[in-house]
Structures are given as C-alpha cells and as structure tokens.
C-alpha cells in the first residue's frame, strides 16, 4: 500500500526540491493542492488530514497554524520550519544523532535547521564523549548559498547581482541559536555570525576552536586526530554523514554546486594541538532541508533512509 504525502508550501524552496526528490517514488501518493488553493485554509486543512504524512515547508507560523488544523490520530509530520525544534513532544530529526530508530517511529518530527545541522554534527559527538567542554562559548561561522533564505532571498540575489557576500544576524539572537545549544547540550548559546555569497545553493559551517585556551582553563580538550577519531567512530553506519580524512589546503563553495544531500565533516589543527576548526560542508537545500526531510520521511514510512536521494 501506498502511503500519501501532502506537501503544504509546495510552491516554495524547500518544498518544490522534497517534490523532485520523491517524483516517480512508487512508495508515495502525492496530495497537491492547484496555485488557487494552496494557501486557502479548507483546502489544506482537507489536505492535511487526507494524508499520511504531511511536510511544513512553511514560515514557523503558517506551520504552527498548519498542525492546529490536524484532526485525526493518523496524519504525521515533519516540519522544515523553525517553529518546532525545541518544542516539547517533538523529534528533532536528526537521525544520526537522536536516532534513526526513533525519528522511525515519531508522529512529529521537526527537521534541523541548514547551520545547526553542520554545527550539531560537528560537535555534539564530541561534546557528549567529553572530548570537548560543554561549558565553552564557542563560537559557529558559516556561509551560506542564498537560496537558504527562501524565495525573498533568492530574488534579492538575482535582482541585485552586485551582493558578493553577506554578513547578517549582525543583531544576534539568530532563530537557529536554540537548537544549536540545545542538540549539541551547551550550557552557553553560542556565538553565531553567519553570511550569505552569491551563490545559489551550499554551505560551510565552521567551529574554530582554541584547544590550549580550553585546557588552560582546566577544561578537557582533546588533540585534533583525536576529535577526527571520534567523528569517525560516530558516523561509521551512515550512508549520508561522512568524514573525511584529508586536510586540503582550502576549501570551496563553488556557484554551479549540483543538488547534494550527503553532509561531509572535517577536522583541520595545528600540529602542536593548539587550535583546530571543526568544518561542515553541505547543500542547504539537501541535508539542510529538503534532503533532511526525504530521508526523515522514508525512515517514519518504514524505507531505506537513502531512498531518492542524491549522494
Ligand atoms: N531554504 C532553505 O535552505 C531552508 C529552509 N528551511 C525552512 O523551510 C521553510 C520554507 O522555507 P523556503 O522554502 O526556503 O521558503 P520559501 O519562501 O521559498 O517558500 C515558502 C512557501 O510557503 C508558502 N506560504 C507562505 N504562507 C503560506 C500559508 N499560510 N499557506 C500556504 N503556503 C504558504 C509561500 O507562498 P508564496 O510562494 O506565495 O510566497 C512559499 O511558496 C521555512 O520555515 C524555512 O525556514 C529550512 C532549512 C533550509
Ligand atoms: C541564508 C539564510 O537566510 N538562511 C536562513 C536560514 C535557512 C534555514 O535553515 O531555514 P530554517 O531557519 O528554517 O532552518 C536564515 O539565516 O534565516
């Protein structure tokens, strides 16, 4: 039997990279709504409790909205917003950490943001083995492709063509602060300063750490090889999170980057041990969204997590 899937934001991003990724998929019967319907609330709300699964590729309050309009113990979802990532009763679908086991078998699963997943991967495996200090302000710098901004940004890109690179969240406060500390079990939020380039999709999302200073404040703070050791213990069985051993000298976003979903991590030190970055590269729109949601979705439906997606 197959299982119905509505996607309610379909039009936008996020939304229209799940549709490619689940086309032509036998498992899934795709509920549409036409351009006329797909923001009138009968019809999402008849869509949403037709489905099996509905996906959020929504703003956090039209997704808030969106599970209010849930009527019945059956419909399951997964939402790409930010609205539900630290909400209580909630799975944060990150299957790699949290477990693929249990995002299977979670009614409400709320998929990680497109930096915290590069920053969580990095070092909540890390922090939970003791090899780094939950009690550090660390800080997270991260590049962006614009279309991590949705529709708006991307027009404002392609509009303006003459925006070479981005600085913003220049306020703090940042929405994707929360989750950051939360799922990588901070006692402090960390300081995050994030930027776009004219590049439509990708990203590097980077933790420098200052190894001595951790450890002259008697913090424990493992040797560089041994942090990479452990990120590669933690990610052996995963078909999407790799680690790579090499230490190129650089590395790069580049503007024609094909869809992606895999999610590639790399620790770079300095050979006395003093300081390393911790670096994540990943398609915003792969295992930063839509990718995410694809493999969260096969994983509830009983599937192979890597099904329709591009690694
Ligand atoms: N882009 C990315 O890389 C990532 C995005 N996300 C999250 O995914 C969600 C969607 O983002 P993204 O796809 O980028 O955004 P877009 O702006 O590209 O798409 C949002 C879509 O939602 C539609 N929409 C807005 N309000 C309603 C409503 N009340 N009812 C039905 N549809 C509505 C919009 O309609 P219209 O077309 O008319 O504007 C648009 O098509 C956001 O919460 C975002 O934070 C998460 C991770 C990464
Ligand atoms: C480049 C850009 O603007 N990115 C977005 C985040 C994209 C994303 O991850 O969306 P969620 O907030 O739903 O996680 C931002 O910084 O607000």
Known sequence: M??????????????????????GRSEFTMIALDDERRKDDAARAEAINDA???????????????????????????????????????????????????????????NPGCYPTGFIALLRPL????????????????????????????????????IAYRAYGL??????????????????????????VAAHRGMIVEAPLHLEAMRAGGHQAAAPDVLRAALVECYAGSPIVRVEEDKPDELL???????????????????????????????NLGKGASGAAVQNLNLMAGLDETAGLRL
Not at 9 to 20: P, W
Not at 131 to 149: E, I, K, Q
């Open 2 to 23: 197959t299982a119905s899937v509505f996607i309610d934001g379909a039009a936008g991003t996020t939304g229209l990279e799940i549709a490619e990724r689940l086309a």
């Open 52 to 110: 099996d699964f509905i996906i959020l590729c929504l703003p956090d309050d039209a997704a808030r909205e969106a599970v209010a309009m849930i009527r019945n113990d059956r419909t399951r979802v997964i939402d790409a917003s930010t609205a539900h990532r630290t909400a209580i009763g909630w799975t944060y679908g990150f299957p790699e950490a949290v477990g693929r086991e249990t995002v299977a078998n979670a009614r409400r699963v709320s």
């Open 127 to 162: 922090v939970a083995a003791g090899l780094l200090p939950a009690s550090w302000p660390y800080v997270c710098h991260a590049t962006s492709g614009y279309s991590g901004g949705g529709k708006a940004l991307i027009a404002r890109f392609e509009d303006d063509t003459d």
């Open 171 to 196: 306020g703090m406060g940042h929405k994707h602060v929360p989750e950051m500390q939360v799922h990588t079990g901070l006692a402090l939020a960390p300081l995050f300063a994030p930027a776009v």
């Open 253 to 283: 976003m580049r503007a024609s980057m094909e869809p992606n979903d895999a999610l590639v991590l790399r620790v770079f030190g300095a050979k006395d041990g003093s300081q390393a970055r911790l670096i994540a590269t990943l398609d």
